[in-house]
């Protein structure tokens, strides 16, 4: 994931490059899509094709950024640089995992939608067998926080591949066309031929582009996943884990007048956790 923002930076400059290419006569200056600005033809079909375009190029730029702030505020929890790497991040976090679990406390990172395009449809969740407060909580909730930033940005590149691919089918029609639509007007021609050519090569560069950022995403999470699970069994269905952070359900309402159930306290299933002696609440679910 490093350079990853500056993604929008080398987008355009392969474009300027590859747009040179294209110019009509030695003079031709760099169109707006090579320049990253919106470009205007005022005509409602390719008007609405070039602000769509354009609004990819802001999306490509946000979304690297945003994967470089998650990576920066795991490293912050870590009490590591955040300037870390990838590497230097997941091997602080695998070294937190096992120094739990010579504690007694072993973890299991479930995750969901990896192949995901939509952000809803995806999930983290902590699970722990063991005492698990304090700065060991904070690390837990941390690392799952992360892991459901990570699968959102994925979940929004794997959904730009059906949009680009849309775009570069709408450049193919309008540059059909161009002709007939700005028949009156040669110079006019002119312009949107070129940005047309420059959108189809700024469209497969994005999804380049796009490839490149979202395997580096994918695997950060699953370098997460390996890193800090110790017990992979945790969550099996004879193993009940202590803790889940899970997405929160709305509350729920409780009939009024409602006691607790007394008793003497049984013991607890197999392979389930201690509690500490403070911590008599159920669990609750956590949103990172």
């Keep these: 994931m490093l350079l990853r923002h500056g993604t929008v930076c080398l987008l355009l400059s392969a474009l300027f490059a590859l747009s040179a290419c294209h110019v009509r006569g030695p003079t031709a200056d760099p169109t707006p899509v090579a320049r990253g600005l919106l470009f205007v033809p005022h005509?409602?079909?390719?008007?609405t094709f070039f602000a769509d375009l354009h609004d990819e190029q802001v999306s490509m730029q946000q979304l690297p950024e945003s994967e470089r702030k998650v990576r920066k505020d795991l490293a912050r929890d870590l009490k590591i640089s955040d300037g870390a790497t990838t590497s230097v991040i997941t091997e602080r976090a695998t070294s937190l995992a096992r120094a739990l679990l010579t504690q007694g406390t072993a973890l299991k990172l479930d995750v969901e939608g990896l192949n995901a395009v939509d952000e809803a449809d995806t999930s983290a969740?902590?699970?722990?067998?063991?005492?698990?407060?304090?700065?060991?909580?904070?690390?837990?909730?941390?690392?799952?926080?992360?892991?459901?930033?990570?699968?959102?940005?994925l979940a929004h590149l794997n959904g730009k591949e059906q949009t680009l691919q849309r775009l570069a089918?709408?450049?193919?029609?309008?540059?059909?066309?161009?002709?007939?639509?700005?028949?009156?007007?040669s110079k006019k021609q002119d312009s949107v031929h070129r940005n047309l050519s420059d959108a189809r090569l700024l469209i497969?560069?994005?999804?380049?582009?796009?490839?490149?950022?979202?395997?580096?995403?994918?695997?950060?999470?699953?370098?997460?996943v390996n890193g800090?699970?110790?017990?992979?069994?945790?969550?099996?269905?004879?193993?009940?884990?202590?803790?889940?952070?899970?997405?929160?359900?709305?509350?729920k309402e409780r009939a009024p007048g409602r006691a607790k159930?007394?008793?003497?306290?049984?013991?607890?299933?197999?392979?389930?956790?201690?509690?500490?002696?403070?911590?008599?609440?159920?669990?609750?679910?956590?949103?990172?």
């Excluded at 089918?169 to 002709?179: G, K, M, N, Q, Y």
């Design 43 to 47: 005509n409602s079909a390719f008007d």
């Design 125 to 153: 969740q902590m699970r722990a067998a063991g005492a698990l407060d304090g700065e060991n909580l904070r690390f837990a909730e941390a690392v799952t926080r992360a892991a459901r930033a990570e699968l959102k940005i």
């Design 169 to 185: 089918a709408r450049a193919s029609i309008l540059e059909a066309e161009t002709d007939r639509t700005f028949s009156s007007d």
């Design 204 to 224: 497969a560069l994005m999804d380049e582009r796009r490839l490149d950022l979202a395997v580096d995403t994918r695997r950060t999470v699953e370098r997460l």
């Design 228 to 251: 800090v699970t110790t017990n992979a069994a945790l969550g099996a269905s004879n193993e009940p884990p202590l803790i889940t952070f899970v997405r929160p359900e709305p509350p």
């Design 261 to 288: 159930s007394g008793g003497s306290s049984a013991a607890p299933p197999r392979g389930a956790a201690t509690r500490s002696p403070a911590d008599t609440s159920p669990a609750q679910d956590f949103e990172p």
